[in-house]
């Protein structure tokens, strides 16, 4: 018989694997946006 509880946990590892990836995503367009504002900013002032 498949224990439960090893199927809860599996599903949980799974879930934060996702959200892991959903937040390196979500970090390298922030990235992305902050260097163009860098960028941006270093235009205006010069």
Do not use: C, F, H, W
């Not at 498949?2 to 946990?9: F, L």
């Not at 959903?22 to 260097?35: G, T």
């Amino acid at each position: 018989m498949i224990n439960p509880r090893t199927i809860a946990q599996e599903i949980a590892y799974a879930d934060v694997a996702t959200q892991a990836a959903n937040l390196q995503e979500k970090q390298s367009e922030l990235d992305a946006e902050s260097s163009g504002l860098d960028s941006l900013s270093s235009a205006l002032s010069d």
